[in-house]
């Protein structure tokens, strides 16, 4: 079984709501087990131009209700170069950091099991924090509860306006692999059609619906689609709709990054400390190349290559069918 000493943290990828509990969690748990830690500012960019500096308990202090992350993130192309994978490596001897923590999606986990398979001496745990909900091994990821939360509270906003005024709004939320957010999101908001790109809806099934809505004396309608629909974005959607759907005013919200930022929920707090936790201790045990999940209420110790290669994460068929029959 391996030793580690010093650790290393980062975030990165897109930014979710919850990385910084997970960050403090990282933090704290190295140190009670007398570890010492080193923030990576920027992802794998802080670690190729060796932006690291070092934490201690005070340096996740007061952190647990901010969105975004303390370390920063960025998307690092030159990571994926040989050249600039052995940069980073040679920056991790010289702190003599002999384990990294990573916080983000897929591309940040193909990143590090590519980066681990090169150079194995340096010990490597995956947190997956995404809100696209999209990873096997997890039935959650960090930051999906509150980016749904986000955007249903949009949605009933929008929904206020649309019944005042007898409108058809078209909501566009992320998810271009995805349709988790927009799936939750839409049974939550009681919405008429949740377009996925998990499962193809005909526009001539969707115009029917609205149709039949508007004949039971539907005052406003919401759309709901995942920006990874098979027919386009939300624009292009409506403006089919609008040719064939005279009776409805038809408008176009695209949430956008709105759906990223903002306080964690306490579920993404929970989960931001349990899976930082669950980290630090599976890197004490000797694992590398593995992602700590939550399944059933459990933590789940996934490989990387498992969790990036597997398929079969498929949304809940219940919500599927929940989502049609009761939109009537």
């Not at 994978?85 to 590090?112: P, R, S, W």
């Amino acid at each position: 079984m391996r030793k580690i000493s010093k650790l290393g943290v980062l975030t990165s990828g897109g930014d979710a709501p919850g990385m910084n509990p997970c960050i403090r969690s990282v933090v704290r748990t190295a140190i009670y087990n007398g570890l010492q830690v080193v923030g990576i500012r920027r992802g794998y960019q802080g670690l190729i131009e060796d932006d690291m500096y070092d934490m201690n308990t005070r340096s996740v202090s007061n952190i647990l209700d901010l969105g975004g992350t303390i370390l920063k993130t960025a998307r690092c192309l030159p990571f994926r170069t040989d050249e600039g994978m052995e940069t980073a490596y040679q920056n991790l001897k010289k702190h003599e950091i002999d384990a990294i923590v990573v916080i983000g999606g897929d591309g940040t986990f193909t990143g590090a099991l590519r980066f681990s398979q090169k150079y194995p001496d340096i010990a490597v745990l995956g947190v997956p924090g995404t809100i696209d909900n999209d990873l096997y091994g997890s039935t959650y990821t960090l930051g999906f509860d509150t980016a749904t939360n986000t955007v249903i509270e949009a949605i009933d906003k929008i929904r206020d306006t649309a019944d005042a005024h007898d409108r058809l709004f078209f909501i566009e939320v992320m998810g271009r692999d995805s349709g988790a957010i927009a799936l939750r999101a839409g049974i939550s908001c009681g919405a008429e059609a949740i377009l996925l790109p998990e499962k193809e809806t005909a526009i001539e099934n969707l115009i029917e619906n609205l149709k039949g809505g508007q004949y039971n004396k539907k005052s406003s309608s919401i759309v709901i689609v995942a920006e990874g629909d098979k027919h386009g974005g939300a624009y292009d959607i409506a403006k089919i709709v609008q040719k064939e759907v005279k009776f409805y005013d038809v408008k176009v919200t695209i949430l956008g990054h709105l759906q990223r930022g903002g306080s964690p929920s306490a579920f993404d707090r929970i989960l931001g400390s349990r899976l930082g936790y669950a980290a630090v201790n599976a890197l004490i045990a000797g694992k590398s190349q593995m992602m700590v999940g939550l399944e059933a209420n459990h933590i789940k110790i996934t490989s990387l290559e498992e969790a990036l290669n597997q398929h079969d994460f498929k949304l809940e068929e219940d919500l599927l069918q929940m989502a049609e029959i009761l939109s009537i």
